[in-house]
């Protein structure tokens, strides 16, 4: 009894040390605060969003969801399905284990399970008849979707199934209520309208294990995925398919297998499923299981991924109403679903040479939408995940190695060539500039940057000289160049960092070559010939050959890096402040409008990445209460609790970190300058971590009307800029906002006041 109360007592002293030296117990401390009830994952999956809908860890390489069928949607012939669902399907055909998210291009959903009975079918249903082949009508009343699970009752098997999710497995528990010839299909051959198997393989290892891979070609030209699936009951027999045929014996080698794993539901009506996976080996999956989901419990490894939900939500935490708080934490939510890992638990991956690099020191990333994420999602994550933006530059380093250049889009291992310029330089540059390279990653970086940079393809000959690209000899001449202006810029301030100064103003001269295509008698940038003429006829409304996924109206402000300059050459700021009125009141009318081109304010168009730093631009100019209007007008339009709240396609993550930056008030116009433009902050209160410190930022009087920022006071003084610096954010404090519901005459008004 002594002994009881004198460790009790010991114990409570030990408690109230704790919370004097801390403020707080360190139980308290370690918990985060349950932020995942406001996260709505069906947000964006109807019309253009194209989220990911199903189960996932943050940055996961596992993304187990429903797959369904794609369906001829208007004109768009199934572009809504890019992820593999979208909410106004009635049906599901299985649960694949890979999906993209807000992309314009589809691919992935590999290795497809079916909780299937009754007659074994092979190949997947047709559109509204479930009859026809696997898959089943479900009922959207059953339908579950939380950050880690996912779950939905099939109504054609009457089977509840629930997901969750580990980083590289994906665990699924199978009820059946129908137990007739109970079986598993797994289908190695199920494929979306971009990709198809160009070799795949099943082998029973023993009665409750199989493994295999898939090899295909898409979007990601030589995709290989390697597999273990392990089942909580044994088999009582196991069919394998080449194809459509039956195949007897316990492997199967072919472009499109499949097996039937039959199982006693009388007995085991529930059934659990773990599989994992592996871009290196068969071997490496199944140690993936064995690292990241040794037990059966599913509740448990449910539990876990809402924590790990948990933890990437309160980096940033935010007050607010309700609804603010449902889009603001979805809109986190999407921010961490790319880039996904790349490697094995044990550090094993492929490179872009198909090579396997084993024991790596540092996680291994893919899926880089980098044309898209270059301008927010990246520059959030040097805010709020700094040790990982470490690995994501190594990851584009280690490419750089591998391939000779840094990638556009690399995705699953394979380069897709997709988008313009080269994108990878913004975010390298940002990195370094923010001091989150490696060390040792600093003199590779700069040569991977410079070498890219001086690469003689993609228009990059003209540049090098430095020239203008012609028109006539490149398609979307207009939309590079701007992007390589873009990138150079950042090169320039790298290069002067590292004091090499010839560099320095080679590539602050490159960054300048986007004057060379302003046409003063247009008054936007035009492509331009050869032989030095203009392209013509030119329609600033007309989407075509000269700009990418946008017209000459929305490339006409493509100069984050040079805001005063492009306000010179516009005229003055009286010029370019009318202007940019005359882009967000015009008529939203366009000429050959790609389907990206949405999210409409005038030619303003949200729903593609070109525009999103343009509301900012007003700060430039000296009017923020412009700035203010416009972000909060596109906040209240195009971010929203319904379905389709996201007006286009959320692009791996930049239409979320958009709205995460503005919503606290600032955004990263020039991505790599660690400048932060202020806006219009729509929270009562936001508490941002980054690293061991923590911004605390607050708004007086904040509301609907009162949207306009009066002055800021910053670590207790009044701080007068229309900006606020990365170092300011990151090293810790406070700032509060006062807002009111008329434009402030003295905030951000002055020269001196302006962002640099």
């Not at 228009?459 to 992007?483: C, F, H, Q, T």
Request: proline share 5%; glycine share 8%.
């Amino acid at each position: 009894m002594i002994k009881t109360k004198i460790t009790t007592l010991l114990a409570a002293v030990t408690l109230i040390s704790t919370v004097t030296a801390t403020g707080v117990s360190a139980q308290a401390q370690q918990k985060p605060l349950p932020l995942t009830q406001y996260v709505n994952p069906f947000i964006g999956s109807v019309g253009h969003g194209h989220v990911f809908v199903g189960a996932n860890v943050p940055t996961g390489a596992v993304q187990l969801g429903p797959s369904q069928i794609m369906q001829d949607w208007d004109e768009f012939n199934g572009w809504d399905w890019c992820s593999g669902y979208n909410y106004i399907s009635k049906e599901i055909l299985g649960f694949s284990h890979t999906h993209l998210s807000g992309t314009g291009i589809g691919d992935l959903n590999d290795v497809l399970v079916v909780p299937a009975n009754g007659e074994v079918q092979l190949s997947p249903a047709k559109f509204n008849n479930m009859a026809s082949g696997y898959g089943s009508f479900f009922s959207k009343d059953t339908e579950v979707a939380k950050p880690g699970y996912y779950s939905a009752y099939l109504d054609k098997y009457k089977v509840k199934a629930e997901l969750t999710a580990t980083e590289r497995v994906g665990f699924h528990h199978y009820h059946y209520d129908k137990t007739d010839n109970a079986h598993l299909l797994v289908d190695l051959d199920f494929t979306m309208l971009w990709d198809k198997t160009v070799a795949s393989s099943i082998t029973q290892v023993n009665d409750s294990t199989f493994v295999g891979y898939r090899y295909s070609t898409g979007w990601s030209k030589d995709q290989r995925i390697f597999f273990a699936m392990v089942l909580s009951v044994p088999v009582t027999r196991a069919q394998l398919y080449n194809g459509l045929d039956p195949v007897t014996g316990k492997v199967v080698t072919g472009v499109g297998t499949k097996a039937a794993l039959f199982f006693d539901a009388v007995k085991n009506p529930d059934i659990r499923v773990k599989v994992g996976i592996s871009p290196v080996s068969t071997e490496n999956a199944l140690a993936n299981i064995k690292a990241e989901a040794p037990k059966w419990n599913f509740e448990t490894v449910k539990a876990a991924a809402d924590l790990s939900w948990n933890k990437a939500l309160n980096k940033i935490v935010f007050e607010a109403d309700q609804s603010a708080k449902t889009v603001f934490y979805t809109a986190l939510y999407h921010t961490y679903f790319s880039p996904g890992i790349f490697n094995d638990h044990n550090g094993d991956y492929r490179g872009t040479d198909k090579k396997v690099y084993t024991n790596q020191k540092f996680t291994n990333y893919t899926t880089f939408s980098l044309w898209d994420t270059y301008r927010a999602l990246n520059p959030l994550m040097t805010i709020i995940e700094p040790a990982k933006v470490k690995d994501m530059v190594h990851s584009l380093l280690a490419i750089f190695q591998q391939q000779g250049k840094l990638p556009l889009w690399p995705l699953q291992g394979s380069e897709t060539f997709c988008m313009v310029g080269y994108p990878s330089i913004p975010v390298i540059t940002d990195a370094y500039l923010k001091g989150l390279l490696y060390p040792a990653d600093v003199e590779l970086a700069y040569k991977a940057i410079r070498t890219t940079a001086m690469m003689p393809e993609m228009g990059i000959e003209y540049v090098k000289k430095p020239a203008y690209i012609p028109s006539d000899s490149m398609k979307e001449s207009v939309a590079w160049a701007l992007e390589y202006a873009i990138a150079d810029w950042g090169i320039s301030k790298m290069a002067a960092k590292l004091g090499k100064k010839e560099d320095a103003a080679y590539f602050a001269d490159r960054a300048k070559l986007y004057e060379k295509y302003y046409n003063a008698d247009e008054g936007h940038f035009v492509g331009k010939l050869a032989n030095g003429s203009w392209s013509m006829p030119f329609d600033p409304t007309d989407a075509k050959s000269n700009y990418t996924e946008g017209n000459g109206w929305q490339y006409t402000w493509l100069v984050p890096q040079d805001p005063y300059g492009l306000i010179k050459i516009n005229g003055g700021e009286q010029a370019f402040v009318s202007k940019l009125d005359h882009f967000f009141n015009m008529s939203s009318k366009m000429k050959n409008a790609p389907n990206d081109v949405t999210g409409l304010i005038g030619q303003y168009a949200h729903g593609n990445e070109p525009s999103h730093h343009v509301a900012y631009l007003y700060n430039f100019a000296g009017q923020p209460w412009r700035t203010a209007e416009v972000v909060r007008d596109v906040m209240n339009k195009f971010y929203t609790t319904e379905k389709d709240g996201i007006c286009g396609n959320e692009d791996a993550g930049q239409m979320s970190a958009w709205y995460v930056l503005s919503s606290m008030g600032f955004y990263s116009m020039n991505p790599m300058s660690g400048i932060y433009v202020i806006g219009s902050p729509l929270m009562d209160k936001a508490t941002i971590t980054s690293g061991t410190h923590k911004f605390t930022i607050s708004t007086e009087n904040q509301g609907k009307k009162n949207i306009y920022v009066q002055k800021i006071v910053m670590n207790g003084l009044p701080y007068t800029k229309s900006y606020i610096r990365h170092s300011d954010i990151v090293k810790g404090g406070t700032m509060t906002f006062y807002m009111g519901n008329k434009p402030s005459k003295t905030f951000g008004t002055s020269t001196a006041d302006r962002p640099l």
